[in-house]
């Protein structure tokens, strides 16, 4: 049964930094790391938006809004996605899940809830 699982989350302060992980279970190394890892968000009342995703060759896609602040990179070996914030901003507030494609299927994580608030 293939699992992500995100950690990170939390209250921060504007200006303050996050980084999210999400542990993948339940695949081959082998798929994970020829798989296209991504971080979506949600606010309430707008849809769920792409935020970053890094390819299996490296390949960096961001949001324009967080593209400067935010940094995604993978540990195959630990079979692990990380979002690293930086630069937090109110409008950053949103449950950020984790997302996977693997063979022909798609994947999410739990959520995880990011409060940027003074």
């Known amino acids: 049964q293939v699992q992500l699982v995100e950690s990170g989350g939390g209250l921060v302060q504007p200006g303050g930094s996050l980084r999210l992980s999400c542990t993948v279970s339940?695949?081959?190394?082998?798929?994970?790391?020829?798989?296209?890892m991504g971080w979506y968000r949600h606010i309430p009342g707008k849809q769920r938006d792409l935020v970053a995703n890094i390819t299996a060759a490296g390949q960096l896609n961001y949001l324009d809004s967080v593209n400067g602040r935010f940094a995604v990179s993978r540990d195959n070996a630990k079979r692990t996605v990380y979002l690293q914030m930086n630069s937090l901003k109110p409008e950053d507030t949103a449950v950020y899940y984790c997302n996977a494609y693997f063979q022909l299927r798609t994947y999410w994580g739990q959520g995880t809830q990011v409060t940027v608030s003074s």
């Open positions: 339940g695949v081959s190394g082998l798929i994970f790391r020829i798989s296209t």
